[in-house]
């Protein structure tokens, strides 16, 4: 029966490219060549099936009707957790094996929560296959279960074809799948579940069968899966169209415009979509006109995204290549960390030492900088002075370091490509010494310390130009709550407010308890005191200095202690508690509470009231700023991805920029600040105090009103910042050395003209604008910029679009 069904699926797929390949003088054969191989039956059933009593001793409790809706996206059921535990434990015994499919990562990690304080016949071997979770960990998937044990994958898409599974007899499918879409609204990539299709589901049940019959559920009914599309849509649909659109134009321009070539595509993306991709490609400076500039040239041929490439050439050019290839390799692999689950710990009273090793791990590579892509760079630093020759000493060093050894060899591997192609594609590049250095670098070559510093930049502010410059115009902003409804409470509860953690609604009750609280929290991160409030359900933490494992402190961001991180992230995570355990007191896994800490940060994306998130496990997942004067914090980040909520945005390689206050971050944004924005700078010509960046082709977006605290912005600092922006212009039209070296020049002049203005600070004629996250410019004096020159005026009425101005100034 399996075999007829996926025959006659290969059958109308194969029938489809052959109409879409006929023509005239094109002889189509339509007879198949079938390759065979032996099987064993498969049988399939459905939610309503097991309803009806198909599986002896479990039936399980869902509502049918939340599967009336097809299109759109996809809420999990929660009632589907307990039914698929429920179906597990009546079907497990010893060494069978059952694979699960889910949509993502988070839908895993609560089907592997809703196992846990469960007892059973046959105890469970767990494993997690997810594009995150580092291989070496995915192998064990194909071992065996230990004696006894049933093995139980949890896996997305990827052990559709990815991973092959040989011994598995039941596979329980969710019918949901994450993929990517392009939202029409937000004009971003989004990654939403939505219902598989049904070539989908027959290929999920050929993942059973191989070794033994095997059986198949459908967690949905029976008359659902008749409604579903037949074939999942191409991911030409749903991915972003500047690489494609630009190879096309580079390598296949003799077959006609992209435009052309992508419109004769079996499914062809929306036209709209194509144009504004081309857009796009023009304001990252790809494209010149309908010509491809050299920056799109060099894209075509580099294994990276056009904004890495752009990094690439920008950080060449201010004379840091080494710290832009390292960077642009790390954000083009997965994750060299290994990822912190309770499902990688033998015990789950083993979760919160290893999640907070992990995470002050990547607090300590970080170095005060809140960057994703600084860390990555400082581990590749220490990655190179590694023996890595001595097998012992260097696997010693990825355990310590959380570093997954087999993406730590693609990101290496990565870092002598890309400097390879970098001085293929820009000739002129090739004799920069640290390119000479890593393209000849070796596998397992060990550089000496001395050496490495040489080799990368100490300049932060630098390297954040140049992420800056790449990245933009994906700019974020850090609002600061200074309104926390529990302020009073931490204030006077007897320790220092900006160290102390609230934890309410503690869980098991045996946590409430100054010294299993006390002796838990220190096993995490340095804890100074712990006190509980008169009726024992409140705690106050507080947290210890964070210099006692090696954790920096940060002129950037004045961030809560590491251990108050900590319970943030064990607020998501259930997991049971060495305390307990070793005084005998059994449990059930459960979260630790809900914490709180005064002047929380919450991230709108492009001006927009969207809210973004960081990857929650990194050290900007949860983020608060100590300093009160401060209301908010500018960052930039590498992508943008849409979640399942309209107003949700998933932020990765985010970097903070320096904060309000130090001139630097305004003056960042500034640099490369290019499409269509309208600016506006605050007070008298003669110095101004702040500027706003308004984005003019969205109605509703949140200004970006920036402060030139501790200085003043006078017309002498505006001619650098031009010739500065022109210099980078001539760069990217032709990246020669020439043009590299009048870059770095005007970069050296700004640089100066923004120091002299730093010692502004402290004395009585220092600016001390440090605007709101919502501050309103309408009672400031105003001077706006336009594309050809600035125009200066007691009240502003010109649209400005920002993409380039001149050193010159006029009245009106």
Known sequence: MLAFSLWRHVQCAGLRFLDYFAGPGVVIEKQPIVVGSRRFPTYPYYLDDLVNGALPGFVPRVRMDRFEKVGGRVEVNPQLFETCVGIVEAVAKPGLCVLIFLPGLSEIEQLHEAFYGRTRKCPLDYHMLHSVVPHEQQKRALLPPPAGHCKVVLSTNIAESSITIPDVRYVLDFGIVRKMVFDEERAMQSLCNTWSSQATCRQRRGRCGRLQDGV???????NHYDRLQPYASPEVLGVPLESIYLKSRVLLHHLGSPEKLLSQLIDSPPQQRIAAAAQNLKDLGALKGDQVASLGRIAVFMPTTIQLTKLVVLSWALGIPADGIVIAAALSTQDVFKMAAPANCRNLEDFPAHLAHNYITRCRFDAGQFSEPIMYRNLYKEYLTVPKTQARQYHQWLDESCVSVSRMSQFAALVVELAAKLGAAVPSAKAHPALKILTALKRSQQ????EVERLFTQDY????FAIVGAFQPSFVQGEINTQNKNKGKINNCGFDPMKTCLLQSIKPAEMADVNNLWEFCSSLAPTKDVKLNDTGKMAFIECGDDRQVRVPPSDVVRQMPVVAQLLHQLMRQPCRFQVLTSQGIRHEASKIGSPNFLNGMKWHVNGMRTMGSPYWRSNMGYMCEMRGELKCHW????????REGPDQVRIT???ILPPPGSMSGTVMILAFLNGPFKVTFLGDPE???????TAADQANARPMVLSFAPGWWSLREMSLLNDFRMAMDELLASPEQEAAD??????EDLMQAVEQQKRWGGTKDANTFLPDADYSIAREQQVELRSAGIKASQVSSCQACGRRCDASISST
């Open 216 to 222: 198949i559920i459908y967690l949905f009914p029976r």
């Open 447 to 450: 550089l000496p310390a001395e």
């Open 461 to 464: 502010d630098r390297l954040k």
């Open 635 to 642: 960052g930039v980040c590498s992508s943008l991805l849409g």
């Open 653 to 655: 390689g985010l970097t």
């Open 687 to 693: 110095g101004f105090h702040g500027v706003q960046v």
């Open 742 to 747: 009048f870059a770095s020049n005007t970069f």
